[in-house]
């Protein structure tokens, strides 16, 4: 492990206090899923491939819409960000790229970043572009709009931080930008809905034609907030409707929280990797809009049955010998959790639902489907939701370095200690600019 930030003899320790109880764990595990003909240590190295990218503004903040309730030690920027970013990646060993939000994570010093960010081992993930809240100093107010305003002046500042974006995130080896606005009206009336799209398209095209050959853009869509009555980019309709009209490079970001309750996300998930216009997603969970929870702790069901469709479509295109490799982020943001073991619960989550989705027996499942056997099928399903992979995840982290339980061996390193006191609460400061 590079520059290790938590002491490796201490997750040493922690792992040999485990061990004895963990390999017992993984044995049983492991004998019931002999007798179901599956070879644990196949699964074992399936979960030692994923990775998940960690959201910058995750690492901070104590921030909600409404108020904002400081934790201790909170990165007061993305040098420090990425310092607790390589601490979640050391334990968990599944979140090897952090995701930036500019201007929020801004630095005069990218090349100082990148090279700490190599210290670490760790690579960056898509960056993503705010025009949904002005910044100090900004010429052109996005009140009424950015990509899509009436106002060409607004419109062009915005087009030109998205190449901005790309530009540094070039330097920082990134391969996308995610956009997502909250353009739209808040009553009706207010902006011509197909007019507001026509203007998104435009300020798009601009975007799109600044990608390098090796880049994506990603089209975040958003039911809803800021804009109540006619959010732009409402749906994945509209997405993929402009990822389309966009050309190749364009492809849709489908983040969990972004939808009506009871929306079949998992189905959504099929139509655009149907149509090859999956481009990656922001991993969270919710009870009734964009809520920003941790993955997994309000509905791992749907996470199981999005990862299902995923692994459907990952065969397919295994036996099409075509690429399929949507981008795996997490997008979460609140304050009553230290976000460093809120982030690392959640990618051990997703982590969870990509293994128990590598267990559905996938023959299996079509016989059922083909002979109209729904009670089977069903239960083809639920029985690798139900399996308990724990040990299975766990073994992973241990053997590529982490730890076996991180938010144990993260509370025992006295982490959050140290930080707090290397970094002394500013008065009023924000680390991810949401206030
Ligand atoms: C919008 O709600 C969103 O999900 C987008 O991904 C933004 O970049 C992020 O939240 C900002 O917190
Ligand atoms: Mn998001
Ligand atoms: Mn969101």
Redesign the pocket.
């Known amino acids: 492990i590079k520059n290790a930030v938590i002491d490796v003899g201490l997750v040493g320790d922690h792992n040999a206090q485990q061990q004895a109880t963990l390999q017992a764990d993984y044995d049983a595990l492991g004998g019931i899923l002999a007798r179901r003909g599956v070879d644990i240590e196949r699964l074992t190295a399936i979960a030692g491939t994923f990775a998940v990218a960690v959201p910058s503004?995750g690492a901070g903040t104590g921030g909600t819409r409404f108020a904002r309730f400081p934790g201790r030690g909170e990165p007061r920027n993305v040098f420090e960000k990425l310092e607790d970013c390589a601490v979640i990646n050391q334990l968990t060993r599944a979140t090897p790229a952090v995701s930036l939000?500019f201007p929020w994570d801004r630095t005069d010093d990218p090349a100082a970043l990148k090279e700490l960010a190599d210290g670490y081992g760790l690579g960056f993930d898509a960056v993503?572009s705010?025009t949904?809240q002005d910044q100090q100093g900004q010429e052109h107010t996005y009140k009424y709009g950015s990509l899509t305003a009436q106002s060409g002046a607004a419109r062009a500042q915005a087009v030109q931080h998205n190449i901005d974006c790309i530009e540094l995130g070039r330097k920082l080896g990134s391969k996308a930008l995610?956009v997502?606005v909250g353009d739209g009206a808040n009553f009706p009336g207010q902006s011509n809905l197909r007019g507001a799209l026509e203007r998104y398209l435009d300020s798009m095209r601009d975007i799109y034609g600044a990608l390098p050959a090796d880049w994506n853009v990603f089209i975040?869509h958003?039911l809803f907030?800021p804009a109540f009555y006619a959010t732009v980019i409402a749906d994945w309709g509209t997405s993929f409707a402009a990822a389309t009209e966009l050309g190749p490079k364009a492809k849709c970001l489908v983040?969990l929280?972004?939808h009506a309750p009871n929306t079949n996300i998992e189905m959504i998930v099929a139509r655009l990797a149907q149509f090859g216009k999956l481009g990656g997603f922001?991993f969270n969970d919710s009870k009734y809009g964009?809520d920003?929870l941790d993955s997994g702790s309000i509905n791992p069901f749907q996470l199981f049955l999005v990862f299902n469709e995923l692994a459907d479509a990952a065969e397919r295109a295994k036996s099409a010998a075509t690429d399929f490799a949507p981008a795996y982020m997490l997008?979460q943001?609140h304050n009553v959790t230290d976000p460093i073991e809120s982030l690392m619960s959640s990618a051990v989550e997703v982590q969870r639902a990509f293994v128990q989705a590598a267990l559905v027996d996938r023959n299996a499942l079509r016989a059922f489907q083909e002979s109209n056997d729904v009670l089977n099928a069903a239960q083809t399903l639920k029985k690798a939701y139900r399996t308990d992979v724990s040990a299975i995840l766990a073994m992973a982290r241990v053997r590529a370095g982490g730890a076996a339980d991180p938010v144990a061996a993260y509370r025992s390193s006295g982490y959050r200690d140290g930080a707090a006191e290397r970094r002394p609460a500013k008065a009023g400061a924000s680390s991810?600019g949401?206030v």
């Open positions: 503004w939000h993503n705010n949904f995610t997502w975040e958003k907030e983040d929280g972004h922001h964009d920003d997008d943001s991810s949401i």
